[in-house]
């Protein structure tokens, strides 16, 4: 099968008003995301909505364009990011699958910039070396957090975040967005919270 899959699909609970403050709340000035980010979560709600509801979403966010490479606050993401996933959730099955969906940009729009070229050109040996070298692309997209690839095997591995703004789930689909790019085949992700803002998510492919 090409592209991959999450398994087994269960609610992460990560989807409430709740869950959006407690982050917004740990959330400093220092914590930052470039706005390609910002821009596969517009591109989300504008192909799957329409340009109104595009419009609807960047109603409680601070920008209503954002620059590829300049930097924002994570708070102005993660506002953006709940309103856009629920605002897709009807027509993707709910908050999280809404999220990997979001995601599933974030790997096309990196690779096609000036940034992502050049980080290809650094991972030519193949897909172990580009999913190894993860903690510097996370490192070029944000301010915060730290990112760790544990390998269990020469196709299969961890993910691990801390101090991370951004939900394992969006990890999942962006990680199956990168497999998808790359070709690989029977990929699979699968994540999960360990702690306020860490996160560890499986992967593998065949």
């Known amino acids: ?14 989807g409430t008003e709740q869950e959006l403050q407690r982050r917004l709340s740990l959330a400093t000035p220092a914590d930052t995301v470039r706005g390609l980010s910002m821009h596969a979560i517009m591109d989300a709600v ?6 109104e509801a595009l419009a609807r979403c ?20 993660l506002v953006l990011l709940y309103n856009a996933a629920w605002m897709l959730s009807e027509k993707h099955g ?8 979001i995601a599933s940009g974030f790997s096309p729009g990196f690779l096609s910039s000036v940034v992502g070229k050049a980080f290809m050109l650094l991972s030519k040996e193949g897909p172990r070396q580009l999913i190894g070298n993860m903690p510097v692309a ?19 591995g961890v993910l691990v975040t801390k101090r991370d703004f951004l939900l394992y789930v969006t990890h999942e689909g962006g990680l199956l967005s990168l497999f998808r790019a790359l ?13 306020p803002l860490d996160n560890e998510v499986e992967f593998s492919w065949e």
């Open 138 to 156: 996370f490192r070029a997209a944000a301010s915060f957090g730290e990112v760790i690839v544990q390998w269990s095997g020469p196709r299969s």
């Open 46 to 51: 504008r192909l799957d909505l329409g340009d």
């Open 1 to 14: 099968m090409m592209g991959g899959q999450t398994s087994p699909r269960s609610d992460s609970g990560l």
């Open 183 to 195: 070709g690989l085949r029977n990929a699979r992700a699968q994540g999960r919270q360990t702690g």
């Open 94 to 101: 709910g908050f999280d699958d809404s999220i990997r969906r």
């Open 58 to 77: 960047l109603t409680k966010s601070q920008e209503k364009t954002y620059k590829s490479f300049f930097n924002y606050p994570v708070s102005e993401y």
